[in-house]
Structure formats: C-alpha cells, structure tokens
C-alpha cells in the first residue's frame, strides 16, 4: 500500500513550493529583463505580499491595523513573527524598552536557498530587508523604524533588527 501526504507533508511542500516559485520567477525575470530589474519587481512582489500577509494575520489575531492608532510595539513583534513564520522563517521578538524591541532569525528559508543556488554574493539581503520590512512597518506604524545589527550574510549567527518607535514632534 503506498504512503499518503500527511498535514506535515504537505506543509513542508508548502513552504518549499513557496521558495522555489519564487527563485524560479526571479530567475526567468532575470533573463528577460536583467538583474537590477528583476531585483526592484521582487522587491515590489515581497513589499505587497508582506502588506497582504500583515492584514491577514492582524486579523486572524485580533490585532487593528490603524497607522492612526497604532499597536502596541510587543503586539507588532507578534506581526512579524507571524508574517516570517508564513515560509519557514524561524524567528522571535523581544521587546527591549516601551519604544524598542529585537527581532532574531536564527533560520531563514530564503538564506539557505540562496546559498544552495551559489547566489548568496548575487542577492543582497540586507537591500531586500531594509526595503521590505521599512514598508511593512511603516504600513502598521509610521513612527517605526528598523536598523540591521546582525546579518547572517555577513557571518553572524542570526540576522537581527532593532525595531524603534521613535518620537513624533
């Protein structure tokens, strides 16, 4: 008798297919319109999806997303550990101060896939990041900021932000 797909295999296929469609979009992009422009279009793609993701995932947890009225900064560590943890992302937030917190990756899927496809030179993370995640926080709260203190690309252990809330005048 042959094997079914359990949950968890299906969920690893998942997670795998969600990588791989994305490298293989990229790469025939590439082809046709270069590098640089494949780059800004899939900035674009992840800055959207992220945007997608966030409203979701705020609603599923009961968390409003109001740039007005914004969340409180342990329930937007919540968010990201969420909307990362979609694709295998291992992740955690800690909140540091009222107005700070630490987001750590200790496994990053597209990382891994990266340094497989022997692109880890090619792409550069931190771009991506500092793009990506500058527009999903400012999607939830305008006054957040992020700055890059580790990154895995350049040989740390864990790739790590610091998330502030910083002061409106």
Excluded at 37 to 65: C, F
């Amino acid at each position: 008798m042959r094997r079914q797909l359990d949950p968890e295999d299906l969920t690893h296929l998942r997670l795998r297919a969600l990588t791989a469609i994305d490298g293989l979009w990229f790469l025939a992009v590439e082809r046709e319109y270069g590098f640089d422009e494949a780059l800004k279009i899939d900035l674009d793609v992840w800055s959207s999806y992220g945007l997608i993701q966030l409203k979701r995932v705020s609603k599923i947890l009961g968390i409003e997303l109001n740039p007005k009225c914004p969340p409180e900064l342990d329930e937007v560590g919540v968010l990201l550990e969420a909307v990362c943890s979609i694709d295998g992302t291992e992740c955690e937030s800690q909140q540091t101060d009222p107005n700070s917190l630490v987001f750590t990756v200790r496994k990053c899927p597209w990382w891994e896939n990266l340094k497989k496809a022997g692109r880890d030179n090619i792409i550069p993370c931190e771009t991506i990041d500092n793009s990506i995640f500058a527009r999903w926080l400012k999607s939830v709260d305008p006054a957040l900021t992020f700055e890059i203190t580790k990154s895995m690309p350049k040989g740390a252990e864990c790739c790590e932000w610091i998330v502030k809330r910083v002061a409106k005048d």
